[in-house]
């Protein structure tokens, strides 16, 4: 099992460029959560889906934010365009039922 | 979900036991206390949890106590290498929010040798 895989490991991108982070959850997990963590805000979710299906987007900053899951096996997080306060680690993790989450290693994102 | 309270920071000598303490006086009968822990610059770790009973796996005991309201983490022998910040969560027991885990900001563990 080569557990949670994201792409790519490290990212730094122009300010007012798009960013699009991605997630192959484990497979038969039915859940995938999207958090950040910065410093200053600690882990924060910001959104998760079931069985593909976008449950709750609150934790999303904004518009410039949008997260999709096309199937089982895939999850992107795209930043459309890009601020520098948007740097931060991003972690995906994926569940199965009600077992605990297994994280990604994340992204670590900068805007320069 | 309800709100955990942790200590900022503790230490431990290597060997010893480390026992994090949590408080989550308004937790509801329905939901479960998880334990993760970050070592730096990794992902969260999945470390155990319970609902009533204590539960103890290969990694950690917890505690928990019989009004539910706090619990206690506990590596029986800690090593250099369970220096971590560990995060005590309550889980969301259903609706929208079935399955969402909130993270606080932890107790940084120091284990020292």
């Known amino acids: 099992d080569a557990g949670v895989i994201q792409s790519p490991r490290h990212e730094v991108t122009e300010m007012g460029q798009e960013v699009t982070l991605r997630c192959k959850p484990i497979?038969?997990?039915?859940?995938l959560f999207w958090y950040r963590q910065t410093m200053m805000r600690g882990l924060e979710l910001l959104i998760y889906?079931?069985?593909?299906?976008?449950?709750?987007d609150s934790g999303m900053p904004e518009d410039r934010f949008s997260a999709k899951m096309p199937n089982a096996s895939f999850s992107t997080l795209k930043i459309q365009p890009s601020e520098p306060r948007d740097s931060a680690v991003y972690f995906c993790?994926?569940?199965?039922?009600?077992?605990?989450?297994?994280f990604g290693s994340g992204t670590r994102l900068t805007v320069v | 979900d309800a709100k955990t309270t942790q200590p900022t920071s503790m230490d431990c000598a290597e060997g010893r036991a480390a026992n994090l303490p949590c408080n989550h006086s308004?937790?509801?009968?329905?939901?479960?206390v998880y334990w993760y822990r970050q070592i730096h610059s990794q992902g969260p770790q999945y470390i155990i949890h319970?609902?009533?009973n204590n539960e103890t796996n290969e990694m950690a005991s917890l505690i928990i106590t019989e009004d539910r309201k706090s619990s206690t983490l506990i590596l029986p022998h800690a090593t250099l290498r369970d220096t971590a910040v560990y995060y005590c969560?309550?889980?969301?027991?259903?609706?929208?929010?079935?399955?969402?885990?909130?993270f606080g900001q932890g107790t940084i563990l120091t284990v020292h040798p």
């Open positions: 308004t937790i509801s009968g329905n939901e479960y």
């Open positions: 993790a994926t569940s199965q039922w009600d077992y605990g989450y297994t």
């Open positions: 969560i309550v889980r969301a027991a259903g609706g929208t929010s079935y399955g969402k885990l909130t």
């Open positions: 889906f079931n069985n593909n299906v976008p449950i709750d």
């Open positions: 497979s038969g997990h039915n859940s």
């Open positions: 319970g609902l009533k």
